[in-house]
């Protein structure tokens, strides 16, 4: 018997390489298609996913947009929610190379999502991605601007 992290950590396992194989449409999958309605909402996308038609065109058209895509995900931590339902906290990083942009593009965020147990394992019925403040973005490129003989010295701004 696999514990609980264990479990939910094959599920976020298969929604990265449905990424990097550049397989969207397997993400269908994984989620829970007997709930009324995903909740689904990238961070791309200024409104919440909420519908089947609305998932599957969500799937469709950003597979069509990719040239390549990958994700990764580390920190994973779950909670159960009762029996048959639990919350992952995590963090990921997704690359993609995307039509009609000049260069490819790579983005950290974190997620929070819910999974329902089925007899066949744990599916997908909530997820949202979000992206780290503008304001960190900016404390993180200041920071690695900081020539390194300043953080080796400790110098204090002072001669």
Known sequence: MHSLDEE???????LCECWNCKDLQA?????????????????EKDQPIVSWPAFDDYLTTAEAR????????????????GA???????QMHWNGEIH????????DSRVSAVFHRR????????????????MLHMQRAY?????????????????
């Open 8 to 14: 939910i950590e094959v599920v976020v396992k298969e």
């Open 27 to 43: 993400i269908r999958a994984l989620w829970d298609r007997e709930q009324a309605a995903p909740h689904l909402m990238p961070q």
């Open 66 to 81: 990719l040239v390549r895509c990958s994700m990764r995900f580390w920190d994973l931590n779950v909670k159960p929610l």
């Open 84 to 90: 048959d339902h639990a919350a992952a906290l995590y």
């Open 100 to 107: 009609g942009f000049d260069m490819p593009i790579g983005i």
């Open 119 to 134: 007899d066949d394992g744990w599916l997908i019925c909530h997820y949202v991605e979000a992206p780290p403040a503008p």
């Open 143 to 159: 920071a690695a601007a900081v020539d390194p003989d300043f953080l080796t010295a400790g110098h204090d701004g002072r001669e």
